[in-house]
Nanobody, 122 residues
């Protein structure tokens, strides 16, 4: 069984910072791209940032220059450093990973975490 567990959400004032952490665990063979998505009330889930196995990154235009995604391959962990937070960043943030488990090798699947709430007050 493979799972993703997020942590680090919370309540912060506008202009503040938060760091989200997502750790993958279980019977993992390999992890490809890892990313963060978010979903605000009444809106569709959207990509915030993603990082490939080789370290390439991709960001939503709305977070460029404010958010930084990074990854520790030795710990199967991905981070999202969020600076200069705005009220419009308020959402549930989900970690996602394209992973191959030993059981499903060589097929990969998309896995999701349970989500962590980020609330930015004005």
């Amino acid at each position: 069984q493979v799972q993703l567990v997020e942590s680090g959400g919370g309540l912060v004032q506008a202009g503040g910072s938060l760091r989200l952490t997502c750790a993958a665990s279980g019977d993992i063979f390999s992890i490809n791209t890892m990313g963060w998505y978010r979903q605000a009330p009444g809106k569709q889930r959207e990509l915030v940032a993603a990082i490939t196995n080789g370290g390439g990154t991709n960001y939503a235009d709305s977070v460029k220059g404010r958010f930084t995604i990074s990854r520790d391959r030795t710990k199967n962990t991905v981070y999202l450093q969020m600076n200069s937070l705005k009220p419009e960043d308020t959402a549930v943030y989900y970690c996602s990973a394209d992973m191959i488990s030993r059981k499903s090798y060589p097929l990969s699947s998309d896995y999701w975490g349970q989500g962590t709430q980020v609330t930015v007050s004005s």
